[in-house]
């Protein structure tokens, strides 16, 4: 017994939360599918539909609400019982990726717990956005009314419905299509950790968008944070071994809320296109500004981030300066933590430190000695200030697209 407890420790096996460190499409798609070449499975904890992961592939381009982006790796994929799900979208998700090659037979396993989306949530959803004075610009897909029904114990999980299709008459027909994937996830990601698989938590949208520590009320309505994956999956928290934040090298926000840093000028606009800054989801342009610091600090207490993804920094290349926020000012004070009242967060004036931009392209840069010394100086900061170092920066959006400093898996 001794001996294989050794072997087992001995053994490099990790599980990894990758978590967005703002408000989400920091790039976590791509992330989780470079990762997930040396994972053996990729787990959804939260969220639903209402994310939107990109991976690129060549010419495939692959666009995940519900599936874990390991899918494309081929890696056995997990929708753990913190997910709300869609169950027409989802299938309509899986035609998709069977018609690109991608088959989800045998690798795609679903909570019994998950609860379900219905039409009544997605209908609701539209209410409340059209009958409220703060209006939070939601995707529309009924996440916020299914997380209320599951915790004011009106819900339908996948077991439910399981044992009882009238419960959903509308969905009866997915019946027989769903039923092969439902099985008890929590039993199934416990044995895979006693085996010594690798597995990678992928969160969906962002540290700022959590319902908890969030800029309340522009939040979405579950917990995003890397502690999620644990209450999302049901795994105790003894089993992460990293915790990688995704930071996109600029901000961007979907939908309403405070946003410090936001650009609402030509330079807003430059990274609008030049990130092709559109919603995954619901194609909504997305809201820019410069790079937050005293955000992304506030997201490493609060997720306890090892190491940190850089994404996107090839879309500054053309900048001949650059600002990074370094704390905000509020009635001539600098406040010392991040405010939790969006009317404080509106009002704020950030403090920024300038930087140089580096003017060239970063295409042939294939490790940080490539990289021009403006770049490296900008990222060298984000280490300092931030005291977390970069593992990865990526420099476009394909998978291989990667500077890599330091092996997550080691
Ligand atoms: P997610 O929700 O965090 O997975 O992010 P999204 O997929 O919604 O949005 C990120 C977008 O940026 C996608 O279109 C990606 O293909 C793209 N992307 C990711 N990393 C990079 C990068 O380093 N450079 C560029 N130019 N694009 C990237
Ligand atoms: P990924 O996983 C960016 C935003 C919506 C809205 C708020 C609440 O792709 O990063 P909801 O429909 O969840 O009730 O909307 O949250 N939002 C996202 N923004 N990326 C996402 O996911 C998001 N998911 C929700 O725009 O402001
Ligand atoms: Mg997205």
Not at 146 to 168: A, P
Request: with cysteine; net charge neutral.
């Amino acid at each position: 017994m001794l001996k294989f407890r050794l072997l087992l420790f001995l053994a490099i096996f990790m599980n990894i939360v990758i978590i967005g460190s703002q408000w989400g499409d920091e790039g976590k798609g791509k992330i989780v599918d470079y990762l997930s070449e040396k994972a053996e499975i990729t787990v959804r904890f939260q969220g639903g539909n209402n994310a939107g992961h990109t991976v690129i592939i060549g010419s495939d381009i692959f666009k995940l609400h519900h599936i874990p982006s390991g899918i494309c790796q081929n890696k056995i994929c997990v929708l753990g019982n913190g997910v709300v799900i869609n169950l027409p979208f989802l299938i309509t998700e899986i035609k998709q990726l069977q018609e690109k090659g991608l088959s989800v037979k045998d690798k795609l396993f679903i909570s019994e717990k998950a609860h379900i989306i219905t039409q009544k949530h997605q209908d609701i959803d539209k209410k409340q956005e059209e009958n409220r004075s703060n209006k939070v610009g939601t995707t529309g897909k009924g996440i916020g009314p299914c997380y209320t029904d599951k915790v004011s114990r009106f819900g339908v999980r996948m077991i439910d419905f399981i044992n009882n299709k009238d419960l959903i008459p509308e969905y009866s027909q997915y019946y027989d299509l769903i039923k092969s994937f439902i099985i008890d996830t929590t039993y199934f990601l416990n044995k895979a950790i006693r085996e010594g698989k690798n597995i990678i938590f992928e969160g969906a949208q962002g540290t700022f968008l959590d319902i908890d520590h969030g800029t309340y009320p522009y939040v979405t309505s579950s917990n995003t944070i890397s502690s999620a994956a644990c209450t999302g999956s049901g795994i105790a928290p003894k089993h992460i071994n990293k915790v990688i934040g995704i930071l996109k090298a600029y901000t961007t926000r979907v939908g309403n809320g405070p946003f410090p840093c936001e650009l609402n000028n030509d330079i807003g606009e430059f990274l609008v296109n030049e990130g092709k800054e559109f919603g995954t989801t619901t194609g909504r342009k997305r809201r820019c500004g410069w790079l937050d610091l005293f955000m992304a600090n506030y997201a490493v207490d609060i997720n306890g981030i090892d190491y940190w993804v850089i994404t996107k920094l090839d879309v500054l290349n053309k900048l001949e300066e650059i600002n990074v926020c370094i704390g905000y000012e509020y009635e001539n004070k600098k406040l010392i933590s991040y405010p939790s009242l969006a009317n404080i967060l509106e009002n704020v004036k950030p403090i920024y430190k300038k930087f140089n931009g580096w003017k060239t392209s970063l295409e042939n840069c294939k490790t940080f000695k490539d990289l021009p010394i403006e770049a490296k100086e900008y990222l060298n900061f984000i280490q300092e200030f931030t005291n977390i170092p970069i593992a990865i920066v990526s420099i476009g959006p394909e998978r291989n697209q990667n500077i890599v400093l330091k092996d997550i898996w080691s």
